[in-house]
């Protein structure tokens, strides 16, 4: 019934399903009897779980948002999962679209919701010492890991932004030695004075990104006391007591 390298109808899926729901053949026994892959087969079930039969019917040609894509690619980033699994667990076309986005991520290239429209690249990558990764990596944390306003802002890819964040929160500043070849001048234990200078940076960071919050809701506060006695509108509930 089944056969091998072509495409299968939704009552041939049915059918194989069938055989592992009754316990009937396992996914290697129909791979062995039928021609179809084993891992062919578990991912039939696995849709076919989470949404039935739609879960198994042919669509067009997918088309993801960026913010599908970043939230995959963030989580293959984060380990422990393989491009087969996110494969399956979001229904992607095949490992080959993961790994192109995860390429085109790490390489600094803007992702798009559409696989045809060309788009500029974000900045190139550039060279960088241990004392700027850790003043980068600290100052994307403090403004809440805007990685897009860190990468204008230091002139280095996103993906290096998010790769120094990253290491940053998993080794601490060790995380962000070179270790490429043979060790960096760079690589060595951080002097006090360094170490103090890059605590006053990070501590201005946040100190810049709260103030730059605190302004813009005072200035939602005084659109909202102009506007309410006219569209009776409620002051903002969570907007500081003076």
């Known amino acids: 019934m089944g056969r091998k390298g072509s495409r299968y109808t939704l009552e041939e899926k049915l059918f194989y399903i069938g055989l592992l729901q009754d316990g009937t053949a396992n996914?290697?026994?129909?791979?062995?009897?039928?021609?179809?892959?084993?891992?062919?087969?578990k991912q039939w079930l696995e849709r076919y779980q989470i949404r039935g039969v739609d879960g198994?019917?042919?669509?067009?040609?997918?088309?993801?948002?960026?913010?599908?894509?970043?939230?995959?690619?963030q989580e293959y980033l984060a380990g422990?999962?393989?491009?087969?699994?996110?494969?399956?667990?979001?229904?992607?076309?095949?490992?080959?679209?993961?790994?192109?986005?995860?390429?085109?991520?790490?390489s600094g290239k803007l992702l798009d919701s559409s696989s045809t429209r060309r788009r500029p690249r974000l900045k190139n990558g550039r060279k960088t010492t241990k004392l700027e990764r850790i003043e980068i990596a600290e100052w994307t944390i403090a403004h809440e890991k805007h990685y897009t306003e860190a990468a204008n802002h230091f002139e280095v890819s996103y993906g290096q932004v998010y790769s120094w964040v990253n290491k940053y929160?998993?080794?601490?500043?060790?995380?962000?030695?070179?270790?490429?070849?043979?060790?960096?001048?760079?690589?060595?234990?951080l002097s006090e004075l360094?170490?103090?200078?890059?605590?006053?940076?990070?501590?201005?960071?946040?100190?810049?990104y709260v103030s730059t919050e605190a302004a813009i809701l005072k200035k939602l506060q005084e659109i909202e006391?102009?506007?309410?006695?006219?569209?009776?509108?409620?002051?903002?509930?969570?907007?500081?007591?003076?």
């Open 27 to 41: 996914p290697h026994q129909i791979e062995s009897q039928y021609g179809v892959k084993h891992d062919q087969v």
């Open 56 to 73: 198994l019917k042919r669509t067009t040609k997918q088309q993801y948002s960026k913010e599908f894509k970043l939230g995959v690619i």
């Open 80 to 106: 422990d999962t393989s491009y087969s699994e996110l494969t399956r667990k979001y229904e992607v076309s095949n490992v080959g679209v993961i790994s192109q986005w995860v390429s085109r991520y790490t």
């Open 169 to 189: 929160e998993k080794d601490g500043a060790d995380g962000l030695a070179d270790r490429r070849g043979k060790a960096k001048e760079d690589n060595g234990h």
């Open 194 to 208: 360094e170490k103090k200078d890059l605590e006053i940076k990070r501590l201005k960071a946040r100190l810049e």
């Open 225 to 242: 006391r102009k506007d309410a006695p006219n569209k009776n509108i409620k002051p903002f509930k969570h907007s500081p007591k003076k």
